[in-house]
């Protein structure tokens, strides 16, 4: 059904939603977007479905934005990179609005656009042994299109502390940031996603869905116009010196002019 993703619903109705390009790390590929976009509303739709895990395959929950395919937006006219950049932002509002609970089990590494997603779950659990960054800015480029979601989770204070820098953190601090909710040794996250998923199942469907709702409606908004506004300074960075030097360091191998 799916070119980068595996979906299956058990008995109970709980859909377990794996990113399914291991052999890159889940990078966030033109396919996998498409792809995410398109399985989160099946699933939103299908009264059948009481909540959603979200997890990778592989050594990695998602390694971010697939190079190659940031490496093409660059190289590409401007309509077909704001085309680009609006699916990518896109996608994560159509999971952001999921009207299902959507729960993170992340393991390995989630780095920038990886981190964007666990972001927009309702709460993830993450595997002790998790490295988590925004890395954007190493690369020349800005964590543009999740910004809204990644500062909505941890609040402005946290977010200066890890979303400029690039630097890497580990799940402790992750959870002390608000991306997790707890971490757990890597052979227990399965049945600790378990026990947050359980309850669910004594829950009214539609007014679990209400209740998500409602919490979109009382917290400050991600409106259209703000989309825009990170679609927008995705592209512009794409297009700078910067950003072209970055990726190009990446596919050489070597370091960026800025680095030591």
Not at 37 to 49: F, M, N, S, Y
Not at 137 to 148: E, Q, S, Y
């Amino acid at each position: 059904m799916f070119e980068t993703l595996d979906v299956h619903t058990d008995t109970r109705g709980i859909a377990t939603l794996t990113l399914n390009r291991a052999e890159k790390h889940n990078a966030m590929s033109a396919a996998m977007i498409a792809d995410l976009t398109q399985a989160a509303a099946r699933l939103g739709a299908d009264d059948a479905v009481r909540a959603v895990i979200l997890t990778g395959a592989g050594k990695s929950f998602c390694a971010g934005g697939d190079l190659s395919w940031m490496r093409a937006q660059m190289a590409a006219d401007p309509e077909t990179r704001f085309t680009e950049a609006r699916k990518l932002a896109m996608m994560l509002q159509a999971l952001n609005t999921l009207p299902k609970p959507l729960i993170g089990a992340v393991q390995g590494n989630a780095f920038g656009g990886g981190v964007g997603l666990v972001s927009v779950c309702d709460l993830a659990l993450g595997a002790d042994h998790l490295k988590m960054g925004l890395t954007e800015t190493r690369l020349g480029l800005i964590p543009a299109t999740i910004g809204p979601y990644v500062v909505a989770r941890m609040g402005e204070a946290c977010a200066r502390r890890v979303f400029m820098s690039a630097r890497l953190f580990g799940a402790a601090e992750a959870v002390d940031l608000g991306l997790l909710a707890r971490a757990v040794p890597a052979d227990d996250l399965a049945e600790a996603v378990e026990a947050e998923i359980v309850p669910y199942l004594d829950c009214a469907p539609g007014a679990v869905a209400a209740a998500k709702q409602l919490i979109r409606d009382l917290a400050p908004p991600i409106t259209d116009e703000t989309i825009d506004r990170t679609i927008h300074a995705l592209v512009s960075r794409w297009e700078t010196d910067e950003a072209k030097e970055g990726i190009a360091a990446f596919f050489d191998k070597r370091k960026a002019a800025w680095m030591r």
